[in-house]
């Protein structure tokens, strides 16, 4: 928990003080959560469409959060305090529809999503797999020489 606070506080802090920074730590920010996810959902089709479930899910509940605030300081007073409660239960739910996004893709207009679903695994195989673990290895390249 406290790297975490100590990683907000770097955001605020490049925020105010550097927005420039942000597009590059936050590739960097991606690729470091995007790996962890690979590796404990075992990589592959499955662990890119967690990911991307669960990635449209939370930008989802953070965009309703954002249209519903009446301005910018009530958005960051509503998050500091409803983010240990409303946000939080919003995200684990969040990623349990991540968890069940295959079920969604073989219902949507069956036998299509079945066999569509069937598909896109041949296809990750065969295209997207080495280039996703070459971009991944980057960041294991990245992580030794930084520790």
């Not at 490049?14 to 590059?24: Q, T």
Request: proline share 4%; hydrophobic share 50%.
């Amino acid at each position: 928990m406290g790297d975490g606070v100590r990683a907000l506080g770097e955001i605020g802090d490049d925020l105010v003080n550097r927005p420039g920074v942000l597009p590059g730590k936050a590739h960097g920010w991606f690729r470091t959560w995007f790996a962890r996810v690979w590796k404990i959902r075992g990589g592959g089709l499955y662990a890119c469409g967690y990911a991307a479930t669960f990635l449209v899910l939370e930008i989802r509940s953070l965009a309703g959060d954002v249209f519903e605030a009446e301005g910018v300081v009530a958005f960051f007073t509503e998050q500091l305090f409803e983010t240990l409660f409303r946000f939080l239960g919003e995200s684990l739910s969040n990623m349990l529809q991540a968890f069940m996004w295959p079920v969604h893709v073989i219902a949507y207009r069956p036998p299509g999503g079945a066999i569509g679903l069937g598909l896109a695994f041949l296809f990750f195989d065969l295209v997207l797999r080495k280039p996703i673990e070459r971009w991944l290895e980057a960041e294991a390249h990245a992580e030794q020489d930084g520790s």
